[in-house]
């Protein structure tokens, strides 16, 4: 056990590693000046060439990587060019609000996926099923921006049941605060379950149906147990193993369809935060962002692998 978890996680520094290099270089090589844009007005050649050496912008790429690196170790994610403030901080504002988008819609997923799954296949050939089946495919094919955009012009602003921007109304407090926070978390939330419950509700209903299929099932029936039992106790605890994996890898999809959504609404995450920093070209602030996001994801999907490996031992073989 030891071995496989030792074998997840140095798998887990090296993806890590890779995204922070990839991403280190993919903004570097963009044709494009940031100190041009952290000073406004007439800036002569030699504040442009001392705002350089300043950031370490002057510096070869290589060496200007291995600096990164060395401030990555020991924590540092460096300081903002536009905001002049440490990264740490930034990403420690807008972070908890991705984290409520994310963790809630993984939630919320699992809590209606799951039975929408298990009576599908428990129903197989009837009208849940059927429904099931349409809607996953449906949600499948869609594409989080459009349906982000789409609920927000028609609930958002045609409609004008759910705010626009932010995530709380300012100046309040109590009960008030967290109906707030709900009401503005709403349209963004519905943004993102309705694009990945359908898969994980299909995949889960075709595991379903194959272990009703079972002879430990067809056993478990004839010692008398009750229905119930069967489906909720002994078929889920197998079939939901395979759904589990899938909830892991497709948290990457979930936490880059945050940051989309966080864009579409002016939902103040790190999403959000990706988008202003792009517009004005703030390196270590998308760097940070890009690093956070990777770390989350390697480390759910982890999390998710030793989760595997503690509910079905053959994994570790």
Known sequence: MLRYAASRGSRAILTIWIAVTVTFFLLRLLPADPTLLVVEGDMTPEMQDALRSQYGLDKPLLQQYLLYLGQLVQGNLGVSFRQLVPVTDLLLSRLPWTLLLAGSAFVLTLLIGIPLGVYAAVGRGGPVDRAVQFFGITSNALFIPSVAILLLVVFGSNLGWFPIGQAIDPDTRGLAAYASLLHHLALPLFSLVLVQLGPYALTLRTNMAEVLGEDYITSARARGLTPRRVVWRHALRNAVLPALMLMGLQLGTLIGGAV??????????????????????????LQGAFVVLAVTVVLANLLTDLLSMALNPRIRT
């Open 260 to 285: 989309l959504t966080e864009t579409v609404f002016a939902y103040p995450g790190v999403g959000r935060l990706i988008f202003e920093s792009v517009q004005q070209l703030d390196f270590p602030v």
